[in-house]
């Protein structure tokens, strides 16, 4: 058990739809990173947060937004969904800020019908 | 060309096969971490290393900074070891970047 823990499991949803994932950290981990994987690109990196505050930004789209609570859980905002937003959202977390996840959790499954 | 190669992509053993993964950088790294992916997919956490080896029950991750290799072996290989085997580099402050991963199936 990683610690790391994701809600929803799996998330259904239609084109044009807003989502909102959740993850809670390891406990004792300040950062938070989130990923996207989906079937033709491989694991990317979308936001990284620490403590509260972004440190780092991948290939997150304008649509998408995330944010760090005072609890340090974090929630990943999907909006105006499209087909190609299936995917698998991971997110992961470790104590330092330097951008090296250790603990990933189990995942969220996005499918846009 | 990706900054992070993995070979095989595909790997199909029989169960007490010796299996070897191949990881390709060429990048500066601090540090290379070995992922397992089920296919359930939960990422599991497997080796985080900067030099040398690490070995943990049937699993042994070496790596070799000046070639810019890492190998990820399995001893005595199971049908539970099946699952994808994502390699990932960190390559200075926030800059962690993952590798095309490979697909091993292990056959009873």
């Known amino acids: 058990d990683s610690g790391v823990t994701q809600t929803p499991k799996h998330l259904i949803t239609a084109t044009g739809q807003r989502v909102t994932l959740r993850c809670s950290p390891r406990?004792?981990?300040?950062?938070v990173y989130w990923y996207q994987q989906s079937l033709d690109q491989g694991l990317q990196f979308l936001i990284q947060?620490?403590?509260?505050?972004?440190?780092a930004k991948g290939n997150i789209l304008e649509r998408f937004s995330a944010q760090q609570f005072p609890d340090l859980h974090s929630e990943l905002n999907l909006s105006s969904l499209e087909l190609g937003d299936s995917a698998l959202y991971f997110c992961?977390?470790?104590?330092?800020?330097?951008?090296?996840?250790?603990?990933f959790g189990d995942g969220t499954r996005l499918s846009i019908l | 060309k990706n900054e992070v190669e993995q070979s095989p992509q595909n790997l199909t053993a029989q169960e007490g096969e010796f299996i070897t993964i191949n990881c390709s950088y060429s990048?500066?790294?601090?540090?290379l971490h070995w992922l397992q992916q089920h296919p359930g997919g939960g990422i599991v956490s497997l080796f985080m290393?900067?030099?040398g080896k690490k070995k943990h029950g049937r699993l042994i991750a070496t790596i070799n900074i000046q070639e810019k290799h890492s190998s990820l072996h399995i001893t005595a290989s199971h049908p539970r070891d099946s699952a994808v085997y994502i390699c990932?580099?960190?390559?200075?402050?926030?800059?962690?970047?993952f590798g095309t991963g490979t697909r091993l199936k292990v056959l009873a």
């Open positions: 290393l900067s030099s």
């Open positions: 947060y620490y403590n509260g505050e972004e440190r």
């Open positions: 990048v500066g790294i601090s540090a």
């Open positions: 406990s004792g981990d300040l950062s």
């Open positions: 990932a580099v960190y390559s200075g402050t926030y800059k962690y970047i």
């Open positions: 992961a977390s470790s104590g330092g800020q330097g951008g090296q996840p250790q603990h």
